[in-house]
């Protein structure tokens, strides 16, 4: 039997009618140990990381408009407060309360230069008597690795991480 790291023909899949694929042919030697074959992110500094960071907002009525301006507001001030752009970003998780549906908070994301991002929007587990009328955000970003992120808590969804309140 070949170790992972190695190819040869006797490790390759072969389907009764179908292609056939090399096994572990993405796998290489590191030292001691294999591993995938990530390789550097060409153009980053190797003193970055990956970053999450959270904010939440609350939205004063269940209207299109009123959704992306909370929305806009929210990333606006995160990014400001992280120093964020949008090549940096890897992509951003929003939900919203079961009572907010007038428009998806992706989209006031997009107009304000997050188009390249990937953007995903969730309903978010309807508890009883939690907060009505909030978007929450989870992005993923690349800074450098000292970075501290700056979470965001605002429009009266401060209430929700009294703990942040401090920090902000």
Known sequence: MLPLGEFSNAQVWRFPSGPSFPRHARLRRTGTRFAPSFGKIPGMDQQQRLFAVRGATQVEANEADAILNATE???????????????AMVSCLFTTTEDLDAEFPA????????????????????VPGSMPRVIRVMAHYYAPADHAPAHVYMGGAEDLR????SAQ
């Open 73 to 87: 507001g929210l990333m606006k001030e995160l990014v400001g407060r992280n120093g964020l752009t949008a090549e």
């Open 107 to 126: 989209v006031a994301a997009r107009r304000i230069g997050f188009d390249q991002v990937p953007l995903l929007c969730c309903r978010e587990i309807p």
């Open 162 to 165: 009294r703990d942040l309140q």
